[in-house]
């Protein structure tokens, strides 16, 4: 079958050219949007007085005829088809006639793409917005259950301070919502409509690109024509926050992979979450978190695919850059799958606040405090520093920790040593007398909670 663009040569290509070419596969699920900026186009078009009214109505009508039918799968997308842009202009001809191969007027596929592509990556990011919202509010109503539920802080993987469970979970709320910013400004700037930039020259039809912009819903048009038609850094800003996005749920993923072992037992998965082993019965396998762990890899890949794809193009349009689709699409299929997981994953967990007080507990993780208790009676830091540290060794020697420790072995070391230090050196007043803004006392650990939830009800 002769192509639509035959001409020059005769428009007949061998099978596996067709196939090798063919971007319907992935492209198809922009139809929405093609068809939509095809109206938008037939609307300008007659506006400016390009097409006859009359062609401009008929072939509205059957567009919105083809999208009707593609919604309720009356009509099915031919995989046979070079692409869905080539698709929809050959069913609305073969549906009204001659008026469909008019639609295609003062534009080519080249602007037509990569606004179709802005268009649903647009519409995409909203939904995945929201997904990522979703996940805030479950980390922030558990951070609300366990403003109380003491924990042992790391750094290195050694347990360093104590803190609250809460101030843990917070601190991925944050890299969460950094991940909803970067978003949100990939999203910004691509906002331009390219419709009119054409192959890549412009046109010299008398159109109105900012009223078929305003029509489609973007706030401005792009500048240089060129420019319009080879950019993609909407696709790379988008594989960018998608994969630091990717990052942060792993890391998220690592921590619930260690809190679920038996060493540390911090945390419980629900069921619905795990899987067992086919040979050791005693097993039960964060499988998702492993998975969600992996994919992130996938992501990064995709990211690094486009990249290389675009890096020694000329200007303006190369056919290399149909390969802007699969990797974003995978990318965005890949991080909306995960994100549907990782929800209810936290939501469903069984925090063991018993067993994370106990962890507390065996590190010397008062340390510091038991240092500042020295300093703030007059000693010297280092001094201090040292001090505790021989306290600490003894303490490892004689099976004690430093809340049993006597104060007649304390005096040992310093006189300054008095009965108010075991009140400074419990727990949860340690982690409570760090009330710096963003520190881990439960009065800051509140106002965070307070903060992500406004932020989320203003949108």
């Known amino acids: 079958m002769a192509k639509l663009w035959s001409g020059r040569t005769s428009g007949t290509t061998s099978k596996i050219a067709d196939e090798f070419d063919s971007s319907i596969p992935f492209d198809s699920r922009m139809y929405k949007e093609d068809i939509e900026g095809s109206i938008a186009h037939a609307r300008m078009l007659g506006k400016q007085g390009i097409l006859p009214a009359e062609s401009v109505t008929h072939i509205i009508e059957g ?265 974003v699409m995978d990318a965005l299929d890949t991080v909306n799958i995960c994100l549907d997981v990782m929800t209810p994953m936290i939501e469903t967990m069984t925090v063991k606040a018993e067993r994370m007080k106990q962890a507390a507990r065996e590190g010397f993780i008062n340390a510091t405090d038991l240092a500042d208790y020295l300093v703030k009676k007059g000693m010297p830091f280092r001094t201090a520093y040292k001090i505790c540290g021989e306290i600490v060794s003894d303490c490892m020697k004689k099976g004690l920790i430093l809340e049993n420790y006597p104060l007649s072995s304390y005096k040992e070391y310093s006189e300054l040593f008095e009965e108010d230090v075991y009140p400074v050196i419990d727990l949860t007043t340690a982690a409570d007398s760090r009330s710096s803004a963003g520190g881990t006392s439960r009065s800051s650990i509140r106002k965070q909670i307070e903060f992500v939830g406004k932020l989320l009800e203003n949108g």
């Open 63 to 327: 567009l919105q005829g083809i999208l009707e039918d593609l919604n309720s799968r009356t009509l099915e997308i031919d995989e046979t088809s070079e692409d869905i842009h080539m698709f929809v202009e050959e069913v609305l001809t073969q549906r009204i006639g001659d008026e469909g191969k008019m639609l295609h007027t003062a534009r080519s596929r080249n602007d037509q793409v990569a606004n179709d592509f802005r268009m649903y990556l647009r519409n995409e990011s909203v939904v995945l917005n929201e997904k990522i919202r979703g996940l805030i509010r479950v980390l922030n109503e558990k951070a609300e259950q366990n403003i109380d539920t003491i924990m042992p802080g790391y750094t290195h993987l050694q347990r360093a301070q104590p803190i609250f469970f809460a101030h843990h979970l917070l601190a991925y709320e944050m890299m969460f919502l950094r991940d909803l910013g970067r978003i949100k400004d990939a999203c910004a700037r691509m906002d331009d409509s390219v419709i009119g930039a054409c192959a890549f020259a412009g046109t010299s039809y008398d159109i109105d690109r900012e009223y078929e912009a305003s029509l489609l819903g973007f706030s401005s048009v792009s500048k240089n024509s060129i420019d319009s038609v080879s950019d993609r850094d909407f696709c790379l800003e988008l594989l960018s926050a998608f994969s630091i996005l990717m990052m942060h749920m792993s890391r998220l993923s690592e921590e619930l992979l260690l809190w679920t072992s038996w060493e540390f037992g911090f945390v419980t998965l629900d069921d619905a979450f795990t899987t067992g082993s086919s040979i050791m019965p005693q097993k039960k396998n964060s499988d998702m978190a492993e998975l969600i762990r992996g994919k992130t890899g996938r992501v990064y890949g995709d990211l690094m695919g486009l990249l290389t794809v675009m890096k020694g193009l000329p200007l303006a349009y190369n056919k290399d850059m149909q390969e802007d689709k699969e990797p």
